[in-house]
């Protein structure tokens, strides 16, 4: 744990403030409960030697918890939760931008963090540390705005209103387009995941790369069809609930992909 923490320190260099935060509760916990369901035998030994009998849905939120700590411990991983991209009109350019991101971010710590529960040199602690990040930076990565631009921090300064609510785009897609739902994590994990093998494995093929650049297609739809002081209300679910629930699902069985490829 010490160790980890130490890492930490030295890999991350004084970060500007980002007011973004992800998936709500519900968000987050859909994503793992659906990994869960997707588990090979192997990696379900291996993960019941990291975490016991606990479910993956229960550390899920666990990274946006600790930003609650007031000791600083853990104020360092805030930046891992996004990596702002500004548009970019096809693959080979959003991935140039990729590889030129300064600073540890969402793409570079899902690979560090898989690397860390796979190498079996790593602490037992640190392993598990690095696994409840990786639940919850998964789930993230299929939240389209922790894709989006850093000139309004992922969407976080664009007013809306949501059923005459004053929120911001960030947060509707965090949490308020989801609890509209009403369902329990349980209950829609149970609802989204219905895939046949065949188009579970379509979804789960591509790099993190690939992964990323789709949720950044979808920020940049989401910017196109979101007014700055907008006001929605069921018009906005009805034009986006189906992505929501894609988005979900992808990364519910991404999360499973990966989880299943390191342990």
């Known amino acids: 744990m010490r160790k980890f923490l130490l890492n930490l ?9 980002n007011l973004a935060y992800s998936y709500g509760v ?3 916990r859909v994503v793992a409960e659906i990994a869960e369901n997707h588990l090979s035998g192997k990696a379900k030994r291996h993960l019941k030697k990291i975490i016991g009998d606990q479910k993956l849905a229960y550390w899920a939120n666990w990274p946006d918890f600790i930003k609650s700590d007031t000791t600083g411990v853990w104020k360092q991983t805030d930046r891992w939760h996004y990596v702002n991209i500004n548009p970019q009109p096809n693959f080979k350019m959003f991935s140039d931008s990729l590889q030129v991101q300064t600073g540890p971010n ?3 710590q899902i690979k560090t963090l898989s690397e860390q529960i796979k190498d079996k040199k790593t602490a037992a602690k640190d392993r598990e540390i ?5 639940i919850h930076l998964v789930g993230d990565s299929s939240q389209p705005l922790h894709v989006g631009r850093a000139e309004d921090l992922g969407g976080n300064k664009v007013k809306v209103k949501f059923f ?3 929120t911001n785009l960030h947060t509707l897609w965090d949490t308020k387009l989801i609890d509209f739902q009403k369902y329990s994590y349980t209950e829609y994990a149970s609802l989204l995941d219905v895939k046949s093998k065949e ?6 093929s591509g790099t993190l790369e690939d992964w990323l650049y789709d949720s950044h297609q979808n920020a940049n739809k989401i910017y196109a069809n979101t007014l700055i002081d907008g006001s929605y209300s069921y018009d906005y679910n009805y034009k986006f609930a189906d992505l929501m629930e894609r988005q979900l699902l992808y990364g519910g069985l991404r999360l499973a992909k990966i989880l299943n490829e390191i342990l």
């Open 130 to 134: 690095a696994l409840r990040f990786l």
């Open 26 to 28: 519900t968000g987050h």
């Open 164 to 166: 005459g609510e004053n």
């Open 199 to 204: 188009e579970v494995k379509q979804i789960q």
């Open 9 to 17: 320190v030295l890999i991350i260099p004084v970060l500007s403030f």
């Open 106 to 108: 969402l793409y570079t």
